[in-house]
């Protein structure tokens, strides 16, 4: 998969250099409404980036936030070029293979200034937030391609976080890419479908994981606990990924 991630930097190079701009997103994003593109391509920055959760690691605790590899604009603009060169001769290292997201946030943490006090972004937070940043900000850099300016849309627009108490709200969320369910859950789907685990190169979880969210939160974008459930395996169902868990277990898969 890291030579593919590092293929994928290369072509969004050769569009780039025609003079195409790119949306560039995972194949497991969810889109919830159209926005124009021409938003993105008619504003004064070269790139739109999407927060991660922590991944990776180390720069989040030295930052405060990283980026998500899988949900970028890219304006096809002289200055989005040098730090797409950039990028894939990070990328490469004779290999011709790496981890895309963590060489976008190494390559961005070197040559960006980010214009977002991260303590006082955090005053705020909820209880779900679990300490990630959940507003949009702007920066600019000052090394490869100086002058490059990019946006960080905050996370309910482009939302990345776990299965949580709330969801995304239905006003402002344009794109949802859900991480990871719980690990209770995830034993219990494979206890339930063993067939998941047997096949896990076929990403057969990673479809179920798709089904919970959309019973998480993709009818109304609100989560009501149903106190009729009395039957299900894993007990009261008191959280909305124990509400999806139950509807997808009573389901034809």
Same mark, same amino acid.
């Given at each position: 998969?890291?030579?593919?991630?590092?293929?994928?930097?290369?072509?969004?190079? +050769? #569009? !780039?250099?025609?003079?195409?701009?790119?949306?560039?997103?995972?194949? =497991?994003?969810?889109?919830?409404?159209? $926005?124009? @593109?021409?938003?993105?391509?008619?504003?004064?920055?070269?790139?739109?980036?999407?927060?991660?959760?922590?991944?990776?690691?180390?720069?989040?605790?030295?930052?405060?936030?990283?980026?998500?590899?899988?949900?970028?604009?890219?304006?096809?603009?002289?200055?989005?070029?040098?730090?797409? +060169? #950039? !990028?894939?001769?990070?990328?490469?290292?004779?290999?011709?293979?790496? =981890?895309?997201?963590?060489?976008?946030? $190494?390559? @961005?943490?070197?040559?960006?200034?980010?214009?977002?006090?991260?303590?006082?972004?955090?005053?705020?937070?909820?209880?779900?937030?679990?300490?990630?940043?959940?507003?949009?900000?702007?920066?600019?850099?000052?090394?490869?391609?100086?002058?490059?300016?990019?946006?960080?849309?905050?996370?309910?627009?482009?939302?990345?976080?776990?299965?949580?108490?709330?969801?995304?709200?239905?006003?402002?969320?344009?794109?949802?890419?859900?991480?990871?369910?719980?690990?209770?859950?995830?034993?219990?789907?494979?206890?339930?479908?063993?067939?998941?685990?047997?096949?896990?190169?076929?990403?057969?979880?990673?479809?179920?994981?798709?089904?919970?969210?959309?019973?998480?939160?993709?009818?109304?974008?609100?989560?009501?606990?149903?106190?009729?459930?009395?039957?299900?395996?894993?007990?009261?169902?008191?959280?909305?990924?124990?509400?999806?868990?139950?509807?997808?277990?009573?389901?034809?898969?």
């Amino acid at each position: 998969v890291e030579a593919l991630w590092y293929r994928r930097i290369q072509y969004c190079l +050769e #569009q !780039l250099k025609k003079g195409q701009s790119l949306l560039l997103t995972d194949v =497991d994003n969810i889109f919830r409404k159209y $926005v124009p @593109l021409s938003e993105f391509q008619d504003s004064s920055y070269d790139a739109i980036f999407a927060l991660e959760q922590r991944y990776p690691v180390p720069l989040f605790k030295k930052q405060g936030f990283v980026f998500c590899g899988g949900m970028t604009f890219l304006k096809a603009t002289d200055k989005t070029i040098a730090i797409m +060169e #950039q !990028l894939l001769q990070n990328c490469d290292g004779g290999t011709k293979r790496c =981890d895309d997201q963590v060489e976008w946030n $190494v390559l @961005l943490h070197g040559n960006m200034h980010w214009e977002v006090d991260v303590k006082s972004a955090r005053k705020g937070k909820t209880k779900t937030s679990h300490d990630l940043l959940l507003d949009g900000f702007e920066g600019i850099s000052t090394g490869i391609g100086k002058g490059f300016r990019a946006k960080v849309w905050d996370r309910d627009f482009a939302w990345r976080a776990d299965f949580e108490e709330s969801c995304p709200s239905l006003e402002n969320n344009w794109v949802a890419m859900p991480g990871n369910v719980p690990p209770w859950v995830s034993k219990l789907l494979t206890e339930k479908w063993r067939i998941i685990k047997k096949h896990e190169s076929l990403g057969l979880g990673k479809i179920l994981r798709m089904k919970i969210w959309e019973n998480h939160c993709g009818e109304n974008g609100t989560f009501f606990a149903d106190p009729n459930i009395t039957n299900s395996p894993i007990g009261n169902v008191t959280s909305p990924v124990e509400l999806a868990f139950q509807r997808l277990a009573e389901s034809d898969v």
